[in-house]
Every structure is written in C-alpha cells, then in structure tokens.
C-alpha cells in the first residue's frame, strides 16, 4: 500500500469523525460514524477474539457463523505477527476476502491511524477491496472533558517512562513486532488508562501504578485484563466480545456471560456438532450454507443461558469442563425427544382407551413424572371435546406430547431441541 492511497483513506475518515464530533454537540444520540460504515447488519455483532490461535490453536473461522457481523480487528504487524495477532494467517486472506463479499459477516475494521499501515503489504488485498473503519472508542460520549483526558494520559506516561515503557517496547521487538506496533500497543494502554479513570477503577489504577515500577510484567498481565472490562463498555457498536476462555483465565477474569461476553470455544464445540472440518474456511462456508442464520443465533444464546446457569468458576476453571457443560445439554436435549416420544406413548393409551378408564391407567406413570400427570388429567377433557376418531387423535397427539414435555424444560432446553429436529441432528 502506497502512502498516498493510506493518506487519503485517513483524510476521508477525519473528515467524517470531525462532522460526528461537530453534531454531536447537537444531538447527543448522534450515530458513530462507524455504524454507517459497517453497513446493514442482521443479527448480533461481535467483535473477534483476534488472538484465538495463540491462546486456542484455532483460526476465526468458527467465530464467523454465530455473529450477524463478526468484526476483525487487523493490527499493524508484520506478515509474520499475522496469525497471532489477527487470528488468521496471510495466505487465508483470499478466503476471507470472498466469504465477506458473498455473506457480509465479516467486517474488517483497522485500530491505529490508516498511516501506520503503510508497508504491510500482505493486507493489500483488504485495503483495496474494502472501506475499512477505524475502530475508535465511544470516549467522545462521555462527561470527561479534554483537559481531564490529557491529565490522566499524562499520568499514565509518568508511571511508564519509569520502567514499564520501555521493557514492553524490548519484549514487542524481541518478539517480532515493530516500532509502529510498539506506537499502537503504548496507545492503547494509555486509552485503557483514561476509561479505567472515567469508570473509577481506582483500586486497579493504583495497583498499576505500583506494578509498572515494581513489577513491569505483573502490570502487563493486569493491563491486560482491565483491557477486557472496559473495552467492552467504551465500545462504540456493541457489548458483544469474544473472550478465550484460556485469555480469561490466564488474566484471572471472570466470564460475566450476562455483560456480553462469549466463549468462542462455544462456537468450535457447536461446530463441532453441525458440521465436518469445523475449525476451517470450508466448515465455516457448510455452517453458513446448510442452517439459518436466526437458528445459528438463537443456538448460541441458548447455550449461553445454559452455561449461566452453572457457577462461572466451573467453566473457568478448564475447557474440559466447558466441554462437559455443553455435552450435558446435549445429552439432556436427547433425553427430552425421548421423553416426548414416551409421553406420545402415553398419549396413544390414554386416547385410546378413552375417558375415565384411559386416565386411571396412567395414574401408576403419573406418580413418577410430572409429565404423565398432566396426560391424566387431560384425557378425560380431550375425550369430552370429542378427540375420540383416529384422526383427531393422530392430529394432536404429536404436538400435546411436547407440549407436555416442554413445560417441564427450561426454554434453552426447548430451543435447542427445536433446532435438533428441524435439521435432524442425531
């Protein structure tokens, strides 16, 4: 990419970000310019967990089917930083390329200025091909006047010149990085900096403030996990963050699933179970193709509420038990259809018995599950309104029978049964 090209892809965006800053003053409710820029969006967007394959081994794709829009952060690393911190490698690009055009799920956006691109080459092909965003925080929405920002980003460079600054910016050379990525990662601490301040995390400021000096590697840890509180509430589109499970626990987070977290190691166990070659471009693509986007949604969400219902430190502790978690449902989704076939069953004798003596021979069943109760009570009722033919008993002995069931099972539970027998999931 040519610095004229990245210098007008930047002038076009301060132009917009000036115009948003400028009616703001005027309406309060002023859409971030980034909103417009992503386009239409059906269904949940989410911001990626761009380091899934450092923290998982595994690459975006199975992020990608479970978001109306999944948005992929590219930062300004070499070719050879790629697939660490983007999460997928340079030669998926292509691919990536393609699914965004033909299923708009995908939306790149960039996180430093449009400049500090230049000479990365190997991203020419989404530069060229799309408009990307600069993904800014909604700061400008807040009570924090520019004066106070400045004092608090002058604090944080008077704790980090005196250590920590300089041992992050030897670790990101030693590692590969560049001084433009070394530029970006001191940026965005300092940003971090400022929201913990505007939210009034005190306590973890000062434990910042004493860590950078002591401690420069401790206070990396820590920044990175106040990283994951706040960025999710300065988000200017959405709550929604994709956090590994092995990044929370690393950094000692708990997963609040309620604030808008997700596992993505949800999304590859589903995979998992829906189609072949799940953690790739072609399983992504089989995902998209042969379910519903709302099913893939409503899936996920009904796994989340399963998962919210055990205590989050199970799920943290490893992603066996995460694992376990989500067999246990499955298993519990296989034995409620059995359950719905029984009661059906039950259903048969009952009508076909008919009236009084159909309901006596259901009273034995009835004193162990709840489900033959009301099978017991009904029947008499049914038989009274005349559900008595063959036909009239066949119509509606399918859809009582779970019913029936059904109201002895959370929602999630009946959600994601529903999803098994639409696509015949075994």
């Known amino acids: 990419m ?13 132009a917009e970000f000036r115009k948003y800053k400028k009616n703001l003053i005027k309406n309060p409710l002023e859409p971030h310019p980034i909103i417009s820029q992503l386009g239409k969006v059906e269904g949940p967007i989410v911001v990626a967990e761009p380091h899934c394959h450092f923290f998982d081994k595994e690459k975006l794709w199975s992020q990608i089917p479970f978001a109306g ?64 965003p600069q993904y800014t925080s909604a700061d400008e929405d807040n009570d924090s006047t520019d004066e106070e920002k400045q004092k608090w980003a002058n604090e944080f460079f008077a704790h980090g010149s005196l250590r920590y600054l300089d041992e992050l910016r030897y670790n990101v050379l030693k590692s590969g990085g560049s001084e433009k990525f070394v530029k970006a990662l001191i940026f965005g601490r300092g940003q971090t900096w400022i929201a913990m301040r505007e939210l009034g995390m005190d306590d973890e400021i000062e434990e910042l403030s004493n860590l950078m000096v002591d401690s420069p590697g401790e206070a990396e840890e820590l920044f990175s996990a106040c990283i994951m509180k706040t960025a999710p509430i300065t988000d200017p589109v959405t709550q929604n963050y994709n956090y590994s499970l092995s990044r929370l626990n ?41 379910y519903e986007d709302n099913d893939l949604y409503k899936l996920f969400d009904s796994f989340q509420i399963a998962l919210q219902q055990e205590k989050p430190d199970k799920i943290i ?36 018995i008919g009236g009084a003596l159909g309901t006596a021979s259901l009273q034995g069943a009835a004193a162990s599950d709840p489900a033959f109760a ?16 063959f036909e009239n008993r066949f119509n509606i002995k399918k859809n009582l029978s779970e019913k029936i069931v059904s109201r002895f099972k959370p929602n999630y539970i009946v959600n994601i049964l529903d999803f098994s027998k639409k696509y015949d999931l075994k």
Not at 318 to 337: F, G, H, P, Q
Not at 376 to 384: D, P
């Open 317 to 352: 502790e490893s992603k066996k038990a995460l694992e376990e978690i989500i067999d246990n449902v499955w298993n519990d989704v296989k034995n409620t259809s059995k359950r719905i076939k029984d009661v059906r069953g039950g259903l048969s004798i009952s009508l076909g």
């Open 69 to 132: 829009a999944l948005i992929v952060s590219l930062f300004n690393v070499p070719k050879e930083m790629c697939l660490r911190e983007n999460g997928f490698d340079p030669k998926d690009i292509p691919e990536l390329v393609r699914l965004t055009k033909e299923t708009g799920k995908i939306k790149f956006v960039i996180r430093e200025n449009t400049l500090e691109y230049e000479g990365l080459d190997y991203l020419d092909p989404i530069f060229e091909e799309f408009e990307l």
């Open 2 to 14: 040519d610095k004229k090209f990245l210098a007008e892809h930047e002038s076009k965006f301060n």
């Open 374 to 389: 009301s099978i017991a009570a009904l029947t008499g009722v049914l038989a009274g309104l005349g559900f008595n033919t």
């Open 250 to 290: 690393r950094f000692k987070v708990k997963p609040d699933l309620k604030s808008g977290i997700r596992l993505p190691e949800l999304g590859k166990l589903l995979m998992k179970k829906l189609v072949l070659n799940p953690g790739s471009y072609y399983g992504c693509v089989n995902a998209i193709q042969k």
